[in-house]
T-cell receptor, first 112, second 117 residues
Framework: DQQVKQNSPSLSVQEGRISILNCDYT??????FLWYKKYPAEGPTFLIS?????DKNEDGRFTVFLNKSAKHLSLHIVPSQPGDSAVYFC???????????FGKGTRLSVIA | KAGVTQTPRYLIKTRGQQVTLSCSPI?????VSWYQQTPGQGLQFLFE???????NKGNFPGRFSGRQFSNSRSEMNVSTLELGDSALYLC????????????????FGAGSRLTVL
């Protein structure tokens, strides 16, 4: 039973445009949601997070939106740059000392 | 990757063999988590050790085991390797002060890429 779903395996966006990566979840008991970025031959790197009591968090070019009623979150990257090309993982943190649950990832390609 | 060193970076084994992977966090970190990354399944949680005790375990068969030493270094072992065990194995430690209280932001090592032939 997959609790965190990233239904788009890949996304291609032109440089300078907006990239929108989506994530759906099934468990209402998640406290936090996180986005990680992964380049080949490296481990995932933390990008941005949002508490379940917020609906938006912004950090530079990256904004995460949370829609609790729809159990959906999205990561917006504006403007997209070629260096943003990577695999993006959505993750959710249940309450207590329980591990992060990750989605399967979305490969973003930003075309110059 | 700063904070977590994993060895070896790459290795090739054959079916039926066993493998041991190592993870060395920077000193002072008592929690170490292991994840398996495969193209079809994303990142899947294997186990977490806290102060040498397994605190959480994912849904993997008993062939996957781990341990943590008193100096926080951790090892994971996979016995009787199968083709499907080919994956990137990632070790991670929590970072304090990032993402908000309770976010449990992890920093990952670069991983050990295991290929089973």
């Amino acid at each position: 039973d997959q609790q965190v779903k990233q239904n788009s395996p890949s996304l291609s966006v032109q440089e300078g445009r907006i990239s929108i990566l989506n994530c759906d979840y099934t468990n209402s008991m998640f406290d936090y949601f996180l986005w990680y970025k992964k380049y080949p031959a490296e481990g995932p790197t933390f990008l941005i997070s949002i508490s379940s009591i917020k609906d938006k968090n912004e950090d530079g070019r990256f904004t995460v939106f949370l829609n609790k009623s729809a159990k959906h979150l999205s990561l917006h990257i504006v403007p997209s740059q070629p260096g943003d090309s990577a695999v993006y993982f959505c993750a959710a943190k249940p309450s207590g000392n329980t591990p992060l649950v990750f989605g399967k990832g979305t490969r973003l390609s930003v075309i110059a | 990757k700063a904070g977590v060193t994993q060895t070896p970076r790459y290795l090739i084994k054959t079916r039926g063999q066993q493998v041991t992977l190592s993870c060395s966090p920077i000193s002072g970190h008592r929690s170490v988590s292991w994840y398996q990354q495969t193209p079809g399944q994303g990142l899947q949680f294997l186990f977490e050790y806290f102060s040498e005790t397994q605190r959480n375990k994912g849904n993997f068969p008993g062939r996957f085991s781990g341990r943590q030493f008193s100096n926080s270094r951790s090892e994971m072992n996979v016995s009787t390797l199968e083709l499907g065990d080919s994956a990137l194995y990632l070790c991670a430690i929590p970072i304090m002060g990032r993402g908000g209280p309770g976010a449990n932001v992890l920093t990952f090592g670069a991983g050990s890429r295991l290929t089973v032939l």
